[in-house]
């Protein structure tokens, strides 16, 4: 079974419309983090949340929201979709031992598409 | 500040041929580094990192990535290549908090 599961894998939605990404983790990690996957501009954060009651933003956190129901589960919610978030998000998880230098985990993402 | 530049969007090699992908970084704080790879349809799986201990840093698959601080690189190779090595592959450093910066990605095709 993954470690790093995220729901749905693909979807397609309209303009306005309100989005949630789910991501859950079985590898028993406080960090959590959301990033977006661009054609020619690797991988950027969204954010990232380092335990239950402690979420931050990333470098590109406008027009999203998230939500950490639980240790193990990290949720990234888009409140009105529009066309130019339209890309391939992924979730990750690390230990929450180190600071600096420890693995990310990733989910296998979602591809959204907003019309 | 943190970063990391890779040199390349599009590398081509010949099956058997050396596999040579360019990273450089940019830290404030010494760097810990990493390669990963992102297969078709597929999330992000590790392929090595660097963490001060030894610069020359093997990792799965047969590559490996030698860490010259006075160059600010993290080159990635593999003597020779395959087939399934076909991939997207991000380098990336991690700075405080643990937050990844990555590279903004290299894709290998391999010819047969």
């Known amino acids: 079974d993954a470690d790093v599961t995220q729901t749905p894998r693909n979807r397609i939605t309209k303009t306005g419309k309100r989005i949630m990404l789910e991501c859950s983790q079985t590898k028993g990690h406080d960090r959590m983090y959301w990033y977006r996957q661009d054609p020619g501009l690797g991988l950027r954060l969204i954010y990232y949340?380092?335990?239950?009651?402690?979420?931050n933003k990333g470098e590109i956190s406008d027009g999203y929201s998230v939500s950490r129901q639980a240790q193990a589960k990290f949720s990234l919610s888009l409140e009105s979709a529009i066309p130019n978030q339209t890309a391939l998000y992924f979730c990750?998880?690390?230990?929450?031992?180190?600071?600096?230098?420890?693995?990310?985990?990733f989910g296998p993402g979602t591809r959204l598409t907003v019309l | 500040a943190q970063s990391v530049t890779q040199l390349g969007s599009h590398v081509s090699v010949s099956e058997g041929a050396l596999v040579l992908l360019r990273c450089n970084y940019s830290s404030s704080v010494p760097p810990y580094l990493f390669w990963y790879v992102q297969y078709p349809n597929q999330g992000l799986q590790l392929l090595l990192k660097y963490t001060s201990a030894a610069t020359l840093v093997k990792g799965i698959n047969g590559f490996e990535a030698e860490f010259k601080k006075s160059e600010t690189s993290f080159h990635l190779t593999k003597p020779s290549a395959h087939m399934s090595d076909a991939a997207e592959y991000f380098c990336?450093?991690?700075?405080?908090?643990?937050?990844?910066?990555f590279g903004t990605g290299t894709s290998l095709t391999v010819i047969p």
């Open positions: 990750a998880t690390s230990d929450p031992d180190r600071t600096l230098g420890d693995t990310q985990y």
């Open positions: 990336a450093v991690s700075g405080p908090g643990n937050q990844f910066y």
């Open positions: 949340s380092f335990d239950v009651k402690d979420i």
